[in-house]
């Protein structure tokens, strides 16, 4: 077991964190001189916030989640690090504001593994959260500003935040515990169509019903990716469930359906799809944010033009691509560290869903294991989406990359589905030590997943 | 539950696969033609991180320095819009015009040995120091012709005929450099076309400053001599097509020394038909039509009909620069330096020295001999000729007390409006030192209106 000892994996995870800290003190030094040609104790500051604030993180999860994966922190904190590092590279106000955002993010992560002693809690209330979820949604699309063509932001005093951000995890945790419930009935299903097995709509009802609620919001909102995530997730999670591709292929031919009308019905939808496939047709205008991102990659080649030395700023101060510092982040990683830079946050996004799903896979009991593979869903999928969409291998979508863009609401928000992770690893783990304590653990094994297989 | 899980998990690596595949593609393998597609402004940005050599004119006035903003340099040009023209622009968004991009290479230490230092700063991180250029230019002159010109639409070319080397070149309406990132549009939309150089780009019909040419081939054809004697009826008939001279007037019984000078057009139309549309065509060949400027800042090439499309009435206009012919002020200059430097045509050039950051001599223009239309005994005799115009002929205001100036006036008709208004000419005629063309868009007779301007422009080249 290699979760088995709580203490050798909780100082793994502290030697994991090392790096981060190590490039959060070069990398500020790196920058600060590029910017200053004077290397200050000042830059070093934020490799000592850095080194404090998971330092904190990392004795939160020691007390609160022993048991949980080793590796999911570390890598968070080098998306992070890196993130950050890149923020200030691009404009120094902003990266105390992100630092800011990342104590905040931090207090919720706390927040979260305290009052979420037991995941089974979120079960009991996964009306109430997901009302809440669709509540945050129609807020937004009432009260929210349009910002660069899309309703996201709404403003709370002084503070702007995208609410969507956290309704998708609500939302994940309600699909998670309505398909526990209805999980069995999709699977065993006896009236057949055509030869394909129909469950009992009204089981599928109320799931497609907030499904469609959100899918239209979310079209209204004019958030493409978001609206994407959801639908991503939902597929996976109902996969996952019932272990049938049938309800995938569905799904995908809804998809299809779906972005044929869209983009007949949007020209929002049109305009991005027709930049992806010719962004060449008008490079100083429509295409312009993706060939400059293209153009940045290309800067940076093979191993980058390293931190500080890229062309990100224009001498009027702002960015030469627009939104580079949320939703292009990817492309100033790519341009000032390379193929190899950008390869290696593509792997540590890798990482993060293995562990995620290797905690899907171990969990106990059927919504931790759906709740575990939705956040993970929904986590690996935004990073993927607006990765491919930078590099042009799939349509723009504006979101952001989990942990490194800026963003107040985007960081809380993922450290709440970090913690959320955690807690569940956290449990599995528990109960295997506890079981193999007892010596049951081959009993405890056996009871597992009582439908297993049935559908696949 | 397992076995979708570990299918999403795959999933999800092929993802990741994909999106290192289309990395990989973007940042090694389309990489290269990433890097030099049209719309990429990086190879500038690149650029703007050299500073640029300083450029100077002969008189040691700085035209294009460098303020530093942080890892950039930023261009200026002191002198604002009067050296527009020939010095163009160095622009993060438009690119470059003029000794800017002619000279890029120089002034960016690609070349020579600066070439070398060039890659040891790279690797050094150091910012690399470009060449420096010392023009031709006398900015004492180019100011002169920018203010006797005014804001009158129209070109000033002088340049000195013994060497090529270009003293002063003006066009109006111009732009100023150092605004050009915010005008660039609205240059581009103006009718008036500020960003062609007229001196060099902009093609007129040359009216009778033409006649230089045609009197170099009469002579040297001994088809006339100076003394060969004319008589005007005030009209000549050339295939149907009836000559008149400007303002209808009528001469009388004249040498050819006083057609040239009175500019009569029946004479010279009678003298271009005798010698014919080959000649006429062979002799504008000789003296640079239909060739570009051999310069490095380019720029149109004057036009002489082809003389099998000739008839007898297209080579009576042709003989007085009317018709289909169309000049350069530049070429006028060029012509008018044939005569001035004993036949031979010098290639013009605008660059002096190529310096490096200590003021070392890197490179030193070299005058090289471009075309040789007359023989030094028929330079003469139209150097004679011109001398004339100004003493007692259409040119009188051209004339400078102390000095002999000769040259030639012209009054070209246009479809619309007052015809253009030309000068060429040179002083001190035994000794030209500076050789002159006037073109002023519309605006009278050559006499009145581009004369007076040469006046000034040849006193402040000979510093008087």
Same mark, same amino acid.
């Given at each position: 077991?290699?979760?088995?000892?709580?203490?050798?994996?909780?100082?793994?995870?502290?030697?994991?964190?090392?790096?981060?800290?190590?490039?959060?003190?070069?990398?500020?030094?790196?920058?600060?001189?590029?910017?200053?040609? $004077?290397?200050?104790?000042?830059?070093?500051?934020?490799?000592?916030?850095?080194?404090?604030?998971?330092?904190?993180?990392?004795?939160?999860?020691?007390?609160?989640?022993?048991?949980?994966?080793?590796?999911?922190?570390?890598?968070?904190?080098?998306?992070?690090?890196?993130?950050?590092?890149?923020?200030?590279?691009?404009?120094?106000?902003?990266?105390?504001?992100?630092?800011?955002?990342?104590?905040?993010?931090?207090?919720?992560?706390?927040?979260?593994?305290?009052?979420?002693?037991?995941?089974?809690?979120?079960?009991?209330?996964?009306?109430?959260?997901?009302?809440?979820?669709?509540?945050?949604?129609?807020?937004?699309? &009432? +009260?929210?500003?349009?910002?660069?063509?899309?309703?996201?932001?709404?403003?709370?005093?002084?503070?702007?935040?995208?609410?969507?951000?956290?309704?998708?995890?609500?939302?994940?945790?309600?699909?998670?515990?309505?398909?526990?419930?209805?999980?069995?009935?999709?699977?065993?299903?006896?009236?057949?169509?055509?030869?394909?097995?129909?469950?009992?709509?009204?089981?599928?009802?109320?799931?497609?019903?907030?499904?469609?609620?959100?899918?239209?919001?979310?079209?209204?909102?004019?958030? %493409?990716?978001?609206?994407?995530?959801?639908? *991503?997730?939902?597929?996976?999670?109902?996969?996952?469930?019932?272990?049938?591709? !049938?309800? &995938?292929?569905?799904?995908?031919?809804?998809?299809?359906?779906? @972005?044929?009308?869209?983009?007949?019905?949007?020209?929002?939808?049109?305009?991005?799809?027709?930049?992806?496939?010719?962004?060449?047709?008008?490079?100083?205008?429509?295409?312009?944010?993706?060939?400059?991102?293209?153009?940045?990659?290309?800067?940076?080649?093979?191993?980058?033009?390293?931190?500080?030395?890229?062309?990100?700023?224009?001498?009027?101060?702002?960015?030469?691509?627009?939104?580079?510092?949320?939703?292009?982040?990817?492309?100033?990683?790519?341009?000032?560290?390379?193929?190899?830079?950008?390869?290696?946050?593509?792997?540590?996004?890798?990482?993060?869903?293995?562990?995620?799903?290797?905690?899907?896979?171990?969990?106990?009991?059927?919504?931790?294991?759906?709740?575990?593979?939705?956040?993970?869903?929904?986590?690996?999928?935004?990073?993927?989406?607006?990765?491919?969409?930078?590099?042009?291998?799939?349509?723009?979508?504006?979101?952001?990359?989990? !942990?490194?863009?800026?963003?107040?609401?985007?960081?809380?928000?993922?450290?709440?589905?970090?913690?959320?992770?955690?807690?569940?690893?956290?449990?599995?783990?528990?109960?295997?030590?506890?079981?193999?304590?007892?010596?049951?653990?081959?009993?405890?094994?056996?009871?597992?997943?009582?439908?297993?297989?049935?559908?696949? | 539950?397992?076995?979708?899980?570990?299918?999403?998990?795959?999933?999800?690596?092929?993802?990741?696969?994909?999106?290192?595949?289309?990395?990989?593609?973007?940042?090694?393998?389309?990489?290269?033609?990433?890097?030099?597609?049209?719309?990429?402004?990086?190879?500038?940005?690149?650029?703007?991180?050299?500073?640029?050599?300083?450029?100077?004119?002969?008189?040691?006035?700085?035209?294009?320095?460098?303020?530093?903003?942080?890892?950039? !340099?930023?261009?200026?040009?002191?002198?604002?819009?009067?050296?527009?023209?020939?010095?163009?622009?160095?622009?993060?968004?438009?690119?470059?015009?003029?000794?800017?991009? $002619?000279?890029?290479?120089?002034?960016?230490?690609?070349?020579?040995?600066?070439?070398?230092?060039?890659?040891?700063?790279?690797?050094?991180?150091?910012?690399?120091?470009?060449?420096?250029?010392?023009?031709?230019?006398?900015?004492?002159?180019?100011?002169?012709?920018?203010?006797?010109?005014?804001?009158?639409?129209?070109?000033?070319?002088?340049?000195?005929?013994?060497?090529?080397?270009?003293?002063?070149? &003006?066009?109006?309406?111009?732009?100023?450099?150092?605004?050009?990132?915010?005008?660039?549009?609205?240059?581009?939309?103006?009718?008036?076309?500020?960003?062609?150089?007229?001196? @060099?780009?902009? %093609?007129?019909?040359?009216? @009778?400053?033409?006649?230089?040419?045609?009197?170099?081939?009469?002579?040297?054809?001994?088809?006339?001599?100076?003394?060969?004697?004319?008589?005007?009826?005030?009209?000549?008939?050339?295939?149907?097509?009836?000559?008149?001279?400007?303002?209808?007037?009528?001469?009388?019984?004249?040498?050819?020394?006083?057609?040239?000078?009175?500019?009569?057009?029946?004479?010279?139309?009678?003298?271009?038909?005798?010698?014919?549309?080959?000649?006429?065509?062979? +002799?504008?060949?000789?003296?640079?039509?239909?060739?570009?400027?051999?310069?490095?800042?380019?720029?149109?090439?004057?036009?002489?009909?082809?003389?099998?499309?000739?008839?007898?009435?297209?080579?009576?206009?042709?003989?007085?620069?009317?018709?289909?012919?169309?000049?350069?002020?530049?070429?006028?200059?060029?012509?008018?330096?044939?005569?001035?430097? *004993?036949?031979?045509?010098?290639?013009?050039?605008?660059?002096?020295?190529?310096?490096?950051?200590?003021?070392?001599?890197?490179?030193?223009?070299?005058?090289?001999?471009?075309?040789?239309?007359?023989?030094?005994?028929?330079?003469?005799?139209?150097?004679?000729?011109?001398?004339?115009?100004?003493?007692?002929?259409?040119?009188?205001?051209?004339?400078?007390?102390?000095?002999?100036?000769?040259?030639?006036?012209?009054?070209?008709?246009?479809?619309?409006?007052?015809?253009?208004?030309?000068?060429?000419?040179?002083?001190?005629?035994?000794?030209?030192?500076?050789?002159?063309?006037?073109?002023?868009?519309?605006?009278?007779?050559?006499?009145?209106?581009?004369?007076?301007?040469?006046?000034?422009?040849?006193?402040?080249?000979?510093?008087?």
């Amino acid at each position: 077991m290699s979760n088995g000892n709580p203490a050798s994996t909780r100082n793994r995870e502290l030697l994991f964190l090392i790096p981060a800290v190590l490039l959060t003190t070069v990398g500020f030094a790196l920058v600060y001189t590029q910017k200053s040609s $004077a290397l200050t104790w000042y830059s070093l500051l934020y490799g000592v916030i850095f080194l404090a604030l998971f330092a904190i993180a990392h004795l939160g999860r020691r007390f609160l989640v022993p048991y949980a994966d080793p590796y999911l922190l570390p890598v968070t904190a080098l998306l992070s690090t890196l993130g950050i590092l890149v923020i200030y590279r691009i404009n120094e106000r902003l990266a105390l504001e992100q630092a800011l955002w990342l104590v905040v993010g931090l207090v919720v992560f706390l927040l979260v593994l305290v009052f979420v002693r037991d995941l089974k809690m979120l079960r009991d209330y996964r009306f109430l959260i997901g009302i809440a979820g669709i509540l945050l949604l129609v807020f937004t699309a &009432v +009260f929210g500003r349009e910002i660069n063509g899309a309703k996201l932001w709404v403003r709370l005093g002084p503070v702007g935040f995208q609410p969507a951000e956290f309704a998708k995890i609500l939302l994940m945790i309600f699909f998670a515990a309505y398909l526990e419930d209805v999980r069995e009935v999709l699977t065993v299903s006896t009236r057949r169509i055509l030869g394909v097995p129909v469950p009992p709509l009204r089981y599928l009802a109320p799931l497609l019903g907030i499904w469609v609620l959100s899918m239209a919001l979310m079209i209204f909102m004019k958030d %493409l990716g978001t609206s994407l995530l959801f639908f *991503g997730a939902l597929l996976a999670l109902i996969y996952v469930a019932t272990g049938r591709f !049938f309800y &995938v292929a569905v799904g995908l031919v809804l998809f299809i359906a779906g @972005s044929a009308l869209l983009y007949k019905i949007f020209p929002h939808v049109h305009l991005r799809v027709d930049v992806w496939l010719n962004p060449w047709k008008d490079p100083a205008n429509k295409g312009y944010q993706i060939v400059q991102s293209l153009f940045a990659l290309a800067a940076g080649g093979l191993f980058g033009r390293g931190l500080g030395q890229g062309y990100l700023v224009l001498q009027n101060g702002h960015t030469i691509i627009p939104a580079l510092e949320t939703d292009f982040i990817f492309s100033a990683i790519g341009e000032e560290l390379g193929l190899v830079g950008a390869v290696a946050i593509i792997l540590l996004y890798l990482i993060f869903i293995f562990r995620g799903f290797r905690a899907a896979l171990r969990a106990r009991d059927d919504f931790s294991r759906l709740l575990a593979t939705g956040l993970t869903t929904i986590f690996g999928l935004q990073a993927f989406l607006i990765m491919g969409g930078v590099m042009k291998l799939i349509p723009l979508t504006g979101i952001t990359l989990p !942990f490194v863009s800026y963003g107040g609401s985007s960081i809380v928000a993922n450290f709440a589905l970090l913690a959320l992770l955690l807690r569940t690893s956290d449990s599995v783990a528990r109960q295997e030590a506890s079981a193999e304590a007892r010596g049951e653990e081959g009993r405890a094994r056996a009871t597992l997943m009582p439908v297993e297989g049935v559908g696949a | 539950m397992e076995r979708p899980l570990r299918r999403l998990f795959l999933f999800f690596t092929l993802l990741f696969v994909a999106l290192l595949v289309m990395l990989t593609y973007v940042q090694v393998w389309a990489a290269p033609s990433l890097k030099t597609n049209p719309s990429n402004t990086r190879a500038i940005e690149e650029e703007m991180k050299i500073d640029r050599g300083t450029i100077f004119s002969a008189d040691g006035v700085a035209l294009a320095v460098n303020t530093k903003s942080g890892p950039y !340099f930023l261009r200026r040009y002191p002198e604002g819009d009067i050296t527009s023209p020939w010095l163009g622009y160095n622009s993060l968004q438009y690119g470059r015009a003029g000794v800017e991009r $002619a000279y890029n290479e120089d002034l960016t230490g690609q070349t020579g040995l600066l070439g070398v230092t060039n890659y040891l700063d790279t690797i050094l991180n150091r910012a690399h120091r470009g060449a420096d250029l010392k023009l031709t230019i006398n900015m004492a002159v180019q100011r002169a012709a920018a203010s006797a010109l005014g804001d009158r639409k129209g070109a000033v070319v002088a340049l000195d005929p013994r060497t090529g080397a270009v003293l002063a070149m &003006v066009s109006f309406p111009r732009y100023d450099p150092n605004q050009i990132d915010t005008v660039w549009k609205a240059l581009n939309a103006d009718p008036d076309r500020p960003l062609v150089n007229r001196a @060099s780009q902009g %093609l007129y019909p040359p009216g @009778s400053v033409f006649k230089i040419i045609v009197a170099g081939a009469a002579l040297q054809n001994r088809a006339v001599t100076p003394q060969t004697s004319f008589d005007d009826t005030g009209t000549y008939l050339a295939g149907g097509y009836i000559v008149h001279n400007y303002g209808g007037n009528t001469y009388g019984k004249h040498t050819f020394t006083q057609a040239f000078a009175k500019s009569i057009n029946t004479t010279f139309a009678k003298v271009g038909v005798q010698l014919g549309a080959s000649t006429l065509a062979s +002799f504008a060949s000789d003296f640079g039509f239909g060739k570009s400027p051999p310069w490095t800042l380019g720029g149109s090439a004057s036009f002489f009909p082809s003389p099998g499309s000739m008839d007898k009435a297209h080579v009576a206009q042709a003989a007085f620069g009317q018709g289909q012919v169309l000049s350069t002020p530049m070429e006028i200059a060029l012509a008018a330096a044939a005569v001035a430097n *004993g036949g031979t045509i010098m290639k013009p050039y605008i660059v002096g020295q190529v310096l490096d950051a200590n003021q070392k001599v890197l490179e030193n223009a070299k005058p090289q001999m471009w075309l040789q239309p007359l023989t030094a005994d028929t330079a003469a005799a139209v150097r004679d000729l011109m001398v004339q115009v100004v003493k007692n002929g259409t040119g009188t205001s051209a004339a400078i007390s102390g000095v002999q100036v000769a040259g030639k006036t012209g009054t070209a008709e246009v479809a619309t409006g007052q015809p253009h208004a030309w000068f060429a000419g040179f002083a001190p005629a035994d000794n030209p030192r500076v050789v002159v063309a006037v073109l002023v868009e519309n605006a009278g007779t050559g006499g009145t209106v581009a004369a007076p301007i040469a006046r000034q422009v040849i006193a402040a080249a000979l510093g008087q």
